[in-house]
């Protein structure tokens, strides 16, 4: 195959939790040898090592980055490492260095070599003055966590790379990801996950963010799938070069704690919200994604009941495995 059309893939931050999966999904349909997984500090799983090339890559590290593109001559990066909200407001220095300088550096490079790229943002874009029900794809961004600012700063960094250097940059704004695969790493959105843990393994659940908390939300295989047909539509359907909105689900979380009940009736959900609370009351409570829908197709296969059946089916099987 030439070098226009086969496909030799970066994915940074790939011991992530959305990392850790789009990787798998790239190797299975690029083939393991093509795409190399770019980790840093946390140890990468037996699957991810076997199943292709590893690096370990320090994203504020310029010098790291090129190496790496090219040793193994890549043409597309999918840029996942990152600092989280929750993180993030513990540590708003590491999150700008890690989020911004780490984004620069990836653009930078994709520029010097002619390399596509995915970056995600967030919902995390939008604060209190952006309508929180059905939020529209532009509307005033005015975040009040440092992850959020370094998303909107970010959004338009790649705004710029595209119109200025013609960086055929893409990005869509993630809601709070739901996975059973690898643990997320810091979000306001992270108990959406730890409840099906906890509910499977305790029977009980202490929720760091109120019961009538609606947030946006979306399973992983329809975020892998964003990702994926973001990236495969033609150059002419992609209108924002900021980011897009994509929508999946939004529910309170009462009622994820009532959805799981169906399954484990004995369930018990208690609710100590701490300070994500305040970062949770500021993002939108459901988004509208029709820009998406419009202009690549953008289309969402699960819902709450969808998600939380096939969550309880992955972890108990887990479980029963002692695959923990
Ligand atoms: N998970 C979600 O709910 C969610 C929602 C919206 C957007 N996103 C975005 O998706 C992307 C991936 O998120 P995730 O949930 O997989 O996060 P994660 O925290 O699970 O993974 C991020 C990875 O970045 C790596 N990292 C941190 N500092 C680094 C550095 N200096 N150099 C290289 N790597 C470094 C970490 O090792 C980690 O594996 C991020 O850009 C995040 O902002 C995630």
Not at 95 to 123: C, K, M
Request: hydrophobic fraction near 35%.
């Amino acid at each position: 195959m030439s070098r226009k059309t086969m496909k030799r893939i970066l994915v940074t931050g790939a011991t992530g939790q959305i990392g850790s999966e789009l990787t798998m999904e790239l190797r299975k349909k690029y083939d393991g040898d093509n795409v190399v997984a770019a980790g840093h500090k946390r140890k990468p799983s037996e699957k991810l090592l076997e199943s292709g090339p590893f690096e370990y890559v320090d994203i504020t590290s310029k010098g790291n980055i090129e190496k790496v593109v090219k040793e193994y001559d890549i043409d597309t990066i999918y840029h996942l490492a990152a600092v989280l909200s929750a993180t993030g407001e513990e540590n708003p220095q590491l999150a700008w260095n890690v989020n911004i300088n780490g984004l620069y550096n990836v653009l930078e490079v994709a520029r010097e070599h002619d390399i596509r790229v995915f970056w995600p943002s967030s919902i995390a874009v939008f604060g209190p003055e952006a309508p929180r029900i059905n939020t529209p794809q532009d509307t005033i961004l005015i975040p009040r966590t440092i992850y959020g600012v370094t998303k909107v700063a970010g959004e338009l960094l790649c705004n710029y790379y595209f119109t200025r250097f013609g960086l055929d940059v893409r990005s869509v704004r993630y809601p709070g990801i739901i996975s059973s695969e690898t643990p997320p790493g810091g979000g306001t959105t992270d108990y959406a996950v730890e409840i099906f843990y906890e509910a499977i393994r305790n029977r009980h659940y202490t929720c760091f963010v109120r019961e009538d908390t609606v947030l946006p939300m979306m399973y992983m295989p329809d975020c892998i799938n964003a990702a994926l047909k973001l990236m495969e539509a033609d150059s002419s359907q992609i209108k924002h070069r900021t980011s897009y909105n994509v929508n999946a689900m939004s529910f309170s979380a009462g009622e994820l704690a009532a959805e799981i009940r169906k399954y484990i009736p004995e369930f018990k959900c208690e609710y100590e919200p701490d300070f994500r609370q305040k970062i949770a009351d500021s993002w939108p409570m459901s988004i509208d994604d029709s820009v998406a829908r419009r202009e690549w197709g953008w289309n969402p296969k699960y819902d709450l009941a969808s998600m939380t059946r096939d969550m309880i089916e992955k972890l108990k099987k887990r479980f029963a495995e002692g695959n923990f």
